[in-house]
């Protein structure tokens, strides 16, 4: 690429997320802005200036050697200064400010853009730094998105459905074969530390469900008791089970004898065929657990995303390296909700397997820890500082990712509980040969 090229492809990127930071905070009013939805989430206010915030340090500050803009107000949005459901009584920018702040140091930003030379310091080496930073927004906008779905009152997103499912008959499951993939990258010019180095893992033989867990198998999981049936739950699962009395994913009611769920404010039956999503990691253990499988670990997910059994080598994509397109998967916030299982035949990786980047972020059983010959970069709090913490991984990226947020690379994770993410999950089990 030349210099041209990728210093039009950031400020492309950068244009994206804003786009959608402004559609995701002028779609409600000043209130709700301001208003704490959940004591799980930040004000949309903090959000957007946060964004404004990170932007400042690392491309107007560092990169670009400039003067400070606020640094008054580091310490306000500060993620590890104060805790999500403290930060609606901070002394916030109010709706005006935030939005002012993040236009001028945008304004900055796009003036260090044109004068940095692209090259020549690590942290800018390829524009990671403008990556980086894409990315961040991007973060935030799928939190902000989080949000909404978690605001009580009359619907103000809006989008198209997304395509249909092909009418066709596909396997339930894919068997990958045992040995030796090159997992994580040192090559993705904007993958983040976690990712690096690309390294060699072996995998056992196993099984992958085709497609992610659809609501009508979750329901079947339902009826049969599983909520209530101990022996589907780890010892933790359990634990949590019964302490806040789980008894279907999160947004889901009773309606008479049937099960509605509320999405950006409407109320719908359940579409059976549709990825089940607000699940918890212990609620996605014991589903699988009662279908007679287990959740992949990450490893094994990334080997079902990246490699080609053809060539041995390991893709940016399922579908091979290039960026992904509206056809390939369901991202970006397009649609906002996840495609029946099935839909995206184009994405598909070599092997068959489905839907694996986009519609919902993936449980899986793995615990967030460093690949061999990690080194934090450029700051400790982005990965490292939750190494080894009580965090289990997500792959793939959700409906409400955005495409320079999520790769075959790209690593998420979330406590075992938390249900207001957009994560749902696929089944494994182990070949056996006997
Ligand atoms: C990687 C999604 C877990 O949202 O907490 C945003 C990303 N880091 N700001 C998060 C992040 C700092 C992070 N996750
Ligand atoms: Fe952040």
């Known amino acids: 690429m030349t210099t041209f090229d990728l210093r039009l492809s950031i400020a492309e990127a950068l244009e994206r997320s804003r786009d959608r930071s402004t559609q995701l905070t002028d779609a409600v009013d000043e209130d709700d802005l301001v208003r704490q939805h959940s004591k ?219 099960w509605v769920r509320t999405r950006f404010g409407v109320v719908e039956p359940i579409p059976e065929d549709e990825p089940v999503v607000h699940v918890c990691f212990w609620e996605a253990q014991a589903y699988a657990a009662w279908a007679g499988k287990r959740l992949p670990t990450e490893a094994e997910w990334e080997k079902a995303a990246r490699f080609d059994p053809a060539t041995g080598r390991s893709r940016r994509y399922p579908w091979g390296d290039e960026d992904p397109t509206p056809e390939h998967a369901n991202l970006g916030q397009r649609h906002l909700r996840p495609a029946p299982v099935g839909a995206y035949p184009l994405g598909a990786s070599p092997l068959g397997v489905r839907q694996l980047i986009g519609d919902v972020w993936e449980w899986l059983d793995s615990d967030f820890q460093p690949y061999p010959g990690f080194r934090a970069f450029p700051y400790r709090e982005y990965s490292e500082v939750f190494f080894g913490g009580d965090y289990k991984m997500l792959r793939g990226g959700s409906f409400g990712t955005d495409k320079a947020a999520v790769r075959g690379t790209f690593r998420n994770w979330d406590h075992p509980i938390r249900r207001q993410i957009f994560a749902g999950f696929r089944c494994a089990r182990d070949h056996r040969r006997d």
């Open 40 to 258: 799980l989430m930040s004000p949309l206010v903090w959000d957007l200036a946060h964004i404004g915030n990170q932007e400042e340090l690392w491309l107007v500050r560092d990169v670009g050697g400039r003067e400070p803009v606020r640094q008054d107000i580091d310490e306000l949005y500060d993620a590890f200064q104060h805790a999500r459901a403290d930060r609606p009584s901070l002394p916030l920018l109010n709706p005006t400010e935030a939005r002012a702040y993040v236009r001028e140091v945008r304004d900055k930003v796009f003036d260090v853009l044109d004068r940095t030379p692209l090259e020549g310091r690590e942290l800018v080496d390829n524009g990671f730094a403008f990556g980086m930073i894409v990315q961040h927004e991007q973060q935030h906008d799928e939190t902000m998105l989080a949000t909404h779905q978690l605001r009580k009152g009359a619907p103000v997103l809006h989008a198209p459905s997304p395509p249909a499912a092909p009418a066709e008959q596909l396997p339930a499951e894919v068997f990958v074969p045992g040995g030796p993939f090159e997992m994580g990258t040192s090559l993705e010019p904007w993958a983040l530390d976690n990712e690096r180095p690309a390294h060699q893992v072996h995998v056992d033989s196993y099984w992958i469900d085709t497609v992610p867990v659809s609501n009508g198998q979750y329901l079947a999981f339902i009826d049969a008791g599983g909520y209530d049936d101990q022996r589907w739950w780890s010892e933790r699962g359990w634990a949590y089970r019964q302490e806040v009395g789980l008894v279907a994913p999160r947004f889901w009611q009773r309606d008479g004898d049937r």
